[in-house]
């Protein structure tokens, strides 16, 4: 079964436009990028602003989270960025997700009840623990 990763935007940025995956500057992100390349996993990056974007697309700087978006409007991104995966990857596959819970609250839910598979490792994490657990599955 065909698998891709989902990583999520984070708040530290580079200041000028740049590749998605280089935009992006956080100590998480760049743990999350080293791990899902070094499982050899095609990854997207769930953006806040852009929904589902590809890791290569070039944008400008931005400052928009999930975080404080109220829940029908984090519902609404969640069915944005469903409708671009079904339309990149019509046929069931397996989506690791890395990211956290406004991120995965509804798009895990749409996801499943398409009979996609959904693995969320971290799930259960604190950053802290996240962090650890990136380490420990990098391969040094």
Known sequence: MKSIALVSCVSKKSSKPSPAKELYQSTWFVKAKAYVEQQGLDWYILSAKYGLLHRDRIIEPYEQ??????AMLRKQWAEQVFQQLTSEFPDSIQMQIFAGRYYRQYLVLFLESANYTVIT????????????????????
Request: aromatic share 8%; no cysteine.
């Open 65 to 70: 989270t999930l975080h404080e978006t109220p």
């Open 121 to 140: 490792p971290l799930s259960q994490l604190g950053i802290g623990q996240q962090l650890q657990w990136f380490d420990q599955h990098l391969k040094r």
